[in-house]
DNA sequence: AGCGGTGTGTAGTACATACTACACGCATGG
DNA sequence: CCATGCGTGTAGTATGTACTACACACCGCT
């Protein structure tokens, strides 16, 4: 599922119970030109800048860090984390790679209870 | 420590061992102009791409990871697996923010090892 | 019949990215 | 003294990013 195609169903899903999600209404809401989501949503163009993506996301109520990972970004945060130890985090992180989701969800856990 | 200062220290340190290290060798081996890349050491052109920043590190025998993050930058494959799980790694990264190098060489250490 | 709202086609803009190509003056060695 | 290598100044280019502005045809309502 590329971008576009999952933007355009999430607020297609959205307009069933609410006509305020036309495709000219988020874009004003959101704060570009009806066309522009238009052809963004049909990858005619490529995924908008951060900022216009969380401004989507806010909108659609949908998660920031799941619609800027499908544009092939990454959240302006995180990558300031890893920028700032990129050894420690790349070693982290490629040792993680092919690791299921829960045993990763285990690590989050027991960091977040403090077991360290 | 900007990224054309880091470099620079890391060249000029290598020439004086090693006089294939001047600014015109080390850039023919990596691909580019001279000019480019002395204007680059300076800060008057912002970092090159990924490839290029890839090549320097290994002329130079710098670790790309630490290169690419001066860079601001993230190596692919990082993204790859991040963008491939987005609300996991997010949550995770997010929660290792803050901690010191030893908890998370700790979180390392011991997925490699299996404990898990 | 006309008005508002819908999605979309076409064209164009401003700025950033990632460089190249050429030229200049300095210095060091044969 | 001049050839070689050095760093660097100036100018220019191609491609990508991130959009705007306007126009068109269609559909439902009153």
Not at 45 to 70: H, K
Not at 78 to 88: A, D, G, M, N, S
Not at 98 to 106: Q, V, W
């Amino acid at each position: 599922m590329d971008f576009g195609s999952y933007v355009r169903a999430v607020r297609e899903g959205r307009r069933e119970a609410d006509v305020r999600f036309s495709v000219r209404q988020v874009a004003q809401r959101v704060g570009v030109e009806p066309a522009y989501l238009s052809k963004v949503e049909r990858g005619e163009q490529p995924p908008p800048s951060e900022a216009t993506i969380r401004r989507l996301a806010e909108d659609l109520e949908e998660d920031a860090d799941v619609l800027l990972a499908l544009a092939g970004k990454i959240s302006g945060d995180l990558r300031e984390v890893i920028c700032r130890r990129p050894q420690l985090f790349g070693a982290l992180i490629r040792e993680l790679k092919e690791m299921p989701d829960h045993a990763i969800l285990r690590i989050v856990r027991e960091v977040r209870d403090g077991s360290w």
